[in-house]
């Protein structure tokens, strides 16, 4: 059964970087992980010239590119709204064990901050629902949540999992 659980906190706090240290050590564990980045930008994955650019100009709904490799699906948004999270996690295979997030705050998910006061900026689980621990590279042991070591990526992944352990799929909101 999957399980989703997100990273959330500011740009540049290292949330991508935490979540790429974790994956090796749930694949240790024999996991299947699944990985569901949410983006503001406009997502160019080809040259405007290769075929499943064009395709997809043409006015094609959905491009599928595959190679002995990898797969992608491209799906255009063009009349449509962007998807609630529950949507792309019922895409995922279901074989996949863990669903790491990032992103889509606003998803009824569990999720940890990654928290750097240095940096100075303000953290976001004041105004983040379900935010379960924070994860710092300083000591936070002032807040009212479990904090964890940014530099500790497989102490992270062991909280996340033993969290995740009694719940089955979280029910999604968005």
Not at 7 to 32: C, D, N, Y
Not at 76 to 92: S, Y
Not at 93 to 122: K, W
Not at 140 to 154: G, K, R
């Amino acid at each position: 059964m999957q399980r989703v659980f997100g990273i959330v906190g500011r740009s540049g706090s290292g949330k991508t970087t935490l979540i790429e240290a974790m994956i090796p050590w749930f694949k240790q564990q024999g996991l299947h992980v699944a990985v569901i980045k949410h983006s503001h930008h406009n997502l160019q994955f080809e040259p405007p010239h290769k075929d499943s650019s064009r395709f997809r100009s043409a006015g094609a709904l959905e491009v599928v590119v595959a190679s002995p490799y990898h797969y992608a699906l491209f799906h255009n948004l063009e009349h449509q709204d962007e998807p609630m999270l529950r949507d792309l996690v019922a895409r995922l295979q279901p074989d996949v064990d863990v669903v790491l997030v990032e992103g889509y705050r606003q998803a009824a998910i569990p999720r940890l901050e990654v928290y750097r006061p240095s940096r100075g900026i303000e953290p976001v689980y004041p105004h983040t629902e379900q935010v379960v621990a924070l994860v710092s590279d300083e000591d936070l042991s002032a807040h009212d949540l479990p904090c964890l070591d940014l530099n500790q990526p497989q102490r992270v992944a062991e909280f996340i999992l033993h969290f995740l352990q009694p719940q089955s799929l979280p029910a999604l909101d968005k």
